[in-house]
């Protein structure tokens, strides 16, 4: 019996395996089906951890519940934590994605330590996009500096 329901979990999870493809993921956080896109991308994460594609999506699709004003403060801070993660790869993977380099600044510069902010990372992630683009980098440093003040 034991053999029975360890093949039937077996023949399961090959059967996710395989359903799971990027295409279906991407169409999932399209029609704004995060929580399932993100269930697609984990299985796809574990064939491929360093796919950027992947790590990219599945980043936009906890912001995107961090976003959300029906999650819940503690559920929106678990989010957070989570797409910090994988911005966190996504930079790491592409060193000239500056999108999730000011999505990492902004997510460390605004919460309170409490919250999962970090001013210095904050700053290091903006002097990483001022190499990228000085222009950029020089909006974002005058919005911190802006809320600094306030």
């Known amino acids: 019996m034991k053999n029975l329901a360890l093949s039937v979990l077996i023949i399961a999870a090959a059967t996710l395996l395989m359903a799971a493809t990027f295409e279906e993921a991407s169409k999932l956080y399209e029609q704004e089906k995060y929580e399932e896109s993100i ?4 299985v796809l994460l574990k064939q491929e951890k360093n796919n950027l594609s992947y790590n990219r999506l599945i980043a936009d699709a906890y912001f995107k519940l961090s976003q959300n004003p029906e999650a819940g403060m503690m559920k929106a801070m678990g989010y ?3 797409y910090k993660k994988y911005f966190e790869k996504v930079a790491e993977l592409d060193p000239s994605d500056i999108e999730s380099r000011e999505t ?4 460390y510069f605004f919460p309170p330590k409490i919250a999962g902010g970090n001013k210095k990372k ?3 992630y903006l002097a990483e996009i001022k190499q990228l683009s000085p222009k950029r980098g020089m909006n974002i440093e005058i919005e911190f500096l802006i ?3 306030e």
């Open 147 to 149: 809320y600094e003040k």
């Open 122 to 124: 904050a700053r290091a």
């Open 39 to 42: 269930d697609m991308l984990k």
């Open 80 to 82: 957070l934590k989570k």
């Open 104 to 107: 990492l600044a902004f997510s």
